[in-house]
């Protein structure tokens, strides 16, 4: 069974930096697609960033491609996070996600693993 573990969250004030951190447990994930996705108490889960399997075409919601950036160690199976200037809208619950493709998917309902999630809190 794969396991992605996120890390890295925290409170932060506003203007602040956080890095996230995902590895996934098997080398399985190391031909798939993965992202970071973000939910907000009472919305939907968002895709913010994502990349293909060996790196290439990272891409970010215009949302938050100013401040945000995502990049991958493809030895270690790992994603990351890389949060700038984080302002308190930005406080939500971020998730790791493994897609079924190689590609950087921009689609939700191609994500099939998830991990358990971070809590990252702006305070203004």
């Known amino acids: 069974q794969v396991q992605l573990v996120e890390s890295g969250g925290g409170s932060v004030q506003a203007g602040g930096s956080l890095r996230l951190s995902c590895a996934a447990s098997?080398?399985?994930?190391?031909?798939?697609?993965m992202a970071w996705v973000r939910q907000v108490p009472g919305k939907e889960r968002e895709i913010l960033c994502a990349?293909?399997?060996?790196?290439?075409?990272?891409f970010c919601a215009d949302s938050v491609k100013d401040r945000f950036s995502i990049s991958r160690d493809t030895a270690k199976v790992t994603i990351y996070l890389q949060m700038n200037n984080l302002k308190p809208e930005d406080t939500a619950v971020y998730y790791c996600?493994?897609?079924?493709?190689?590609?950087?998917?921009?689609?939700?309902?191609?994500?099939?693993?998830w991990g358990q999630g971070t809590q990252v809190t702006v305070s203004s």
């Open positions: 098997r080398r399985t994930l190391s031909s798939n697609g």
């Open positions: 996600a493994g897609a079924v493709g190689n590609i950087a998917e921009r689609d939700r309902s191609r994500y099939r693993y």
């Open positions: 990349i293909s399997w060996n790196g290439d075409y990272p």
